[in-house]
T-cell receptor, first 112, second 109 residues
Framework: DVKVTQSSRYLVKRTGEKVFLECVQD?????MFWYRQDPGLGLRLIYF???????EKGDIPEGYSVSREKKERFSLILESASTNQTSMYLC???????????FGSGTRLTVV | QQQVKQSPQSLIVQKGGISIINCAYE??????FPWYQQFPGKGPALLIA?????SEKKEGRFTISFNKSAKQFSLHIMDSQPGDSATYFC????????FGKGTRLHILP
């Protein structure tokens, strides 16, 4: 079974903190993605990566950055957390870009 | 052009009934149409997918119907069960995957 593991299920952080969300996949997938999920807004793409060291902005990259130093690990960074970044964050990977995503279980982040 | 419009937002169906969720798209370049199922506290999981060269795909109780000329596709869940209660997302992709906003399905026991 393909596994995408997100290190934290729940996180509570203070406004202004730097926050790291970690994602690891075990299927040697080239492609990895970060989404946020909000009620009524569905899934919105923050950043994606098609290769190690490569990163591309998605639809809502403002306030976020990413790091991909190893193929299996894709980290999302909130440079200075704000309350409007309170959300469910989902990591996904795929063998082929944009086809057959495997999602992690998500990290519910609350910024207070 | 890049949107995928999903309806309804929420749906309540009696056990044993048919659940139908609809999606519409504009971009004729889309060539892959998956549906994802998400249970509370979990990430979405790929449920079933179709390519535009076929009009229907069935896997167990789940069927995708695809109407290329109308640019619409739908998910049918036959003999709906309480365990099917979840949020369902349609999506469409070519060089980018676009998700619908989701449908929260509740099956009454």
């Amino acid at each position: 079974d393909v596994k995408v593991t997100q290190s934290s299920r729940y996180l509570v952080k203070r406004t202004g903190e730097k926050v790291f969300l970690e994602c690891v996949q075990d299927m040697d997938h080239e492609n990895m993605f970060w989404y946020r999920q909000d009620p009524g807004l569905g899934l919105r793409l923050i950043y994606f990566s098609y290769d190690v060291k490569m990163k591309e902005k998605g639809d809502i990259p403002e306030g976020y950055s990413v790091s991909r130093e190893k193929k299996e690990r894709f980290s999302l960074i909130l440079e200075s957390a704000s309350t409007n970044q309170t959300s469910m964050y989902l990591c996904a990977s795929s063998e082929v870009p944009n086809y057959g995503y495997t999602f992690g279980s998500g990290t519910r982040l609350t910024v207070v | 052009q890049q949107q995928v419009k999903q309806s309804p937002q929420s749906l309540i169906v009696q056990k044993g009934g048919i659940s139908i969720i609809n999606c519409a798209y504009e971009n004729t370049a889309f060539d892959y149409f998956p549906w994802y199922q998400q249970f509370p506290g979990k990430g979405p999981a790929l449920l079933i997918a179709i390519r535009p060269d076929v009009s229907e795909k069935k896997e167990g109780r789940f069927t995708i119907s695809f109407n290329k000329s109308a640019k619409q596709f739908s998910l049918h869940i036959m003999d709906s069960q309480p365990g099917d209660s979840a949020t369902y997302f349609c999506a469409a992709s070519d060089d980018k995957i676009i998700f619908g906003k989701g449908t929260r399905l509740h099956i009454l026991p």
